[in-house]
């Protein structure tokens, strides 16, 4: 038994509710169980019981064990005193100790079936506690929890944006410029990427967006990229441009190196910046640019985009390779799309009350294809269809959120297996 099962137990009043004795021998019936509380305090609020008839309104305090009230020190806070009932596993406290509150204990009145069910998919070692279970979950179930999934992960994409925002003084362009040179270091440069560009400030690109050798020579100057002795005219052209333009702009060089290893060439960050150069000279004020898209087709034409001819020959500067014009895949779009343009004008729309814009961005979710990773083949390999961009991003929420930290009991899909195990048990 964990707390928290406990409090799902409660919350859902999946136990036995018949001639209900509190632990002093008074009569007990609940008319509401009260409301989760998920901060500081009581556990449930604002709940309403009969205790030998006499209607009781407050909070109600739920432990594994009746001592642990002490325990946590709940006698000495003022948060608790308006509790009116202790709802406990076991009571292992003497009649007439029970810190003065009528006591419940639940142990012998919850279905050994709803146990062993929990325990089960807590104990499972796949990666989807649930995936025995999936094939009982109704259409309704699925689709409503994942509108919810859905709608969490822009949520939470959004409080991280305006934590972003704070720190620019909220400037939607410039934290624009961070993301997406982000997202262009996919995962195993992210980090580093999204240094680079919080090392040249967006105002700086401005002024040299019609100039793609002076692009590329700052951001892989900032990238550490130059630093070399190089035979290749080009590559010593891009060296003097950077050394111009640090000095000039006064650029201290990113904190996070970027990483070549186990890397596919057309996942190389020399290659990479070179697109987000390109990206840059194309793009001029991108942010009012996606505000005012009404079509995806021309929001993908926006961000699809060739590095410049030096790199159809490479990969790496001063190494030659087979010609190849460098575009990015239609994947790494619609990888920008989803999960940079998208969260950003979804964060714009709920900051300032733009409805239109929220509606756009979940009309766009359903155009686009879904997402191909490791956690969507996880969901596929269980039998879970995934239809478009929506679907994928909500699985992968509660997949990353859910799943991995075990959170059945908050999960509507883990409540519906574990709450079918009990109503199985009901006669009729």
Same mark, same amino acid.
């Given at each position: 038994?964990? $707390? =928290?099962? /406990?409090?799902?137990?409660? !919350?859902?009043?999946?136990?036995?509710?018949?001639? &209900? *004795?509190? %632990?002093?021998?008074?009569?007990?019936?609940?008319?509401?169980?009260?409301?989760?509380?998920?901060?500081?305090?009581?556990?449930?609020?604002?709940?309403?019981?009969?205790?030998?008839?006499?209607?009781?309104?407050?909070?109600?305090?739920?432990?594994?064990?009746?001592?642990?009230?002490?325990?946590?020190?709940?006698?000495?806070?003022?948060?608790?005193?308006?509790?009116?009932?202790?709802?406990?596993?076991?009571?292992?406290?003497?009649?007439?100790?029970?810190?003065?509150?009528?006591?419940?204990?639940?142990?012998?009145?919850?279905?050994?079936?709803?146990?062993?069910?929990?325990?089960?998919?807590?104990?499972?070692?796949?990666?989807?506690?649930?995936?025995?279970?999936?094939?009982?979950?109704?259409?309704?179930?699925?689709?409503?929890?994942? $509108? =919810?999934? /859905?709608?969490?992960?822009? !949520?939470?994409?959004?409080?991280?944006?305006?934590? &972003? *925002?704070? %720190?620019?003084?909220?400037?939607?362009?410039?934290?624009?410029?961070?993301?997406?040179?982000?997202?262009?270091?996919?995962?195993?440069?992210?980090?580093?990427?999204?240094?680079?560009?919080?090392?040249?400030?967006?105002?700086?690109?401005?002024?040299?967006?019609?100039?793609?050798?002076?692009?590329?020579?700052?951001?892989?100057?900032?990238?550490?990229?130059?630093?070399?002795?190089?035979?290749?005219?080009?590559?010593?052209?891009?060296?003097?441009?950077?050394?111009?333009?640090?000095?000039?702009?006064?650029?201290?060089?990113?904190?996070?190196?970027?990483?070549?290893?186990?890397?596919?060439?057309?996942?190389?960050?020399?290659?990479?910046?070179?697109?987000?150069?390109?990206?840059?000279?194309?793009?001029?004020?991108?942010?009012?640019?996606?505000?005012?898209?009404?079509?995806?087709?021309?929001?993908?034409?926006?961000?699809?985009?060739?590095?410049?001819?030096?790199?159809?020959?490479?990969?790496?500067?001063?190494?030659?390779?087979?010609?190849?014009?460098?575009?990015?895949?239609?994947?790494?779009?619609?990888?920008?799309?989803?999960?940079?343009?998208?969260?950003?004008?979804?964060?714009?729309?709920?900051?300032?009350?733009?409805?239109?814009?929220?509606?756009?961005?979940?009309?766009?979710?359903?155009?686009?294809?879904?997402?191909?990773?490791?956690?969507?083949?996880?969901?596929?390999?269980?039998?879970?269809?995934?239809?478009?961009?929506?679907?994928?991003?909500?699985?992968?929420?509660?997949?990353?959120?859910?799943?991995?930290?075990?959170?059945?009991?908050?999960?509507?899909?883990?409540?519906?297996?574990?709450?079918?195990?009990?109503?199985?048990?009901?006669?009729?």
């Amino acid at each position: 038994m964990t $707390e =928290r099962l /406990l409090q799902y137990i409660w !919350q859902l009043q999946q136990f036995n509710r018949n001639d &209900l *004795l509190t %632990e002093q021998g008074d009569g007990l019936r609940i008319v509401y169980p009260g409301t989760y509380n998920r901060n500081q305090g009581p556990d449930f609020l604002e709940a309403r019981v009969f205790i030998n008839e006499h209607l009781w309104a407050g909070n109600i305090e739920l432990h594994l064990k009746t001592s642990d009230w002490k325990k946590h020190a709940h006698d000495k806070d003022d948060k608790y005193r308006n509790v009116m009932l202790h709802v406990v596993w076991e009571n292992d406290c003497e009649t007439g100790n029970h810190f003065g509150l009528p006591t419940l204990e639940l142990q012998s009145r919850v279905s050994s079936l709803l146990l062993d069910k929990y325990n089960d998919m807590m104990r499972q070692v796949i990666t989807i506690p649930c995936a025995y279970h999936i094939n009982q979950i109704p259409s309704i179930v699925w689709s409503t929890w994942k $509108e =919810r999934m /859905l709608l969490e992960r822009l !949520q939470r994409k959004s409080l991280q944006m305006l934590q &972003l *925002l704070h %720190e620019n003084d909220f400037n939607w362009e410039e934290m624009l410029w961070w993301m997406i040179a982000r997202n262009f270091g996919i995962r195993v440069n992210a980090e580093a990427f999204e240094s680079i560009a919080r090392s040249i400030p967006v105002r700086v690109i401005d002024r040299h967006r019609n100039q793609i050798h002076q692009l590329e020579a700052m951001l892989l100057g900032q990238a550490g990229l130059l630093d070399k002795t190089f035979q290749d005219k080009y590559a010593l052209m891009l060296q003097r441009e950077y050394r111009f333009l640090k000095n000039k702009y006064g650029l201290k060089p990113a904190s996070i190196p970027v990483l070549f290893l186990r890397m596919r060439p057309s996942g190389f960050p020399s290659l990479r910046l070179a697109q987000l150069a390109m990206f840059l000279k194309s793009s001029h004020r991108f942010f009012p640019l996606i505000r005012e898209c009404i079509h995806l087709r021309d929001l993908r034409s926006l961000v699809q985009v060739t590095a410049n001819d030096y790199w159809n020959e490479h990969y790496r500067l001063d190494e030659p390779s087979p010609f190849r014009p460098k575009q990015l895949g239609n994947d790494t779009v619609e990888n920008i799309i989803v999960n940079t343009v998208i969260p950003l004008l979804y964060c714009y729309g709920a900051h300032n009350g733009i409805a239109a814009l929220e509606e756009k961005v979940m009309r766009w979710m359903n155009e686009l294809q879904a997402e191909k990773n490791s956690v969507t083949r996880n969901w596929k390999n269980i039998g879970i269809t995934i239809e478009h961009a929506s679907c994928s991003q909500a699985l992968i929420e509660l997949k990353t959120h859910y799943c991995d930290h075990k959170r059945c009991l908050d999960c509507a899909v883990g409540n519906h297996i574990l709450k079918r195990q009990v109503d199985l048990l009901k006669p009729g």
